[in-house]
């Protein structure tokens, strides 16, 4: 009986491995920054940066790596723009990560 429990113990340890390895992901150590276009608010402003910095991402490392949601160390600029009565412009910055 206690060989299988071992037995038991060690599949699960196995499975328990695989599963942590399948859901690491790989980051670049360099920073992708992306900068939008001027826009009425932060938020549209913040969605257009971010378009720019997954489109910036995939040119350099691929389209693995364009993904905002799983990008690390991310940074988020923003400020008025400049006589534009009010729009916001914004840059983010980001390490790529791929799964």
């Known amino acids: ?4 429990l071992y037995l038991i113990a060690g599949i699960l340890a196995g499975l328990v491995v695989m599963s942590a390895t399948a859901d690491a992901k ?3 150590s360099e ?5 939008g276009h001027p826009r009425s608010n932060v938020g549209h402003a913040q969605a257009s940066a971010i378009r720019a910095w997954r489109a910036w991402a995939e040119i350099e490392y691929g ?3 364009k993904s905002w949601t799983r990008a690390e160390d991310k940074s988020y600029d923003c400020h008025p723009a400049p006589g534009l009565g009010g729009k916001a412009v914004c840059t983010v910055r980001a390490r790529p ?3």
């Not at 009986?1 to 299988?4: A, E, V």
């Not at 920073?31 to 900068?35: E, M, Q, R």
């Open 1 to 4: 009986m206690p060989r299988r």
């Open 26 to 28: 790989t980051c670049r």
């Open 31 to 35: 920073f992708v920054a992306g900068h």
């Open 63 to 65: 389209s693995r790596y």
């Open 97 to 99: 990560c791929r799964r």
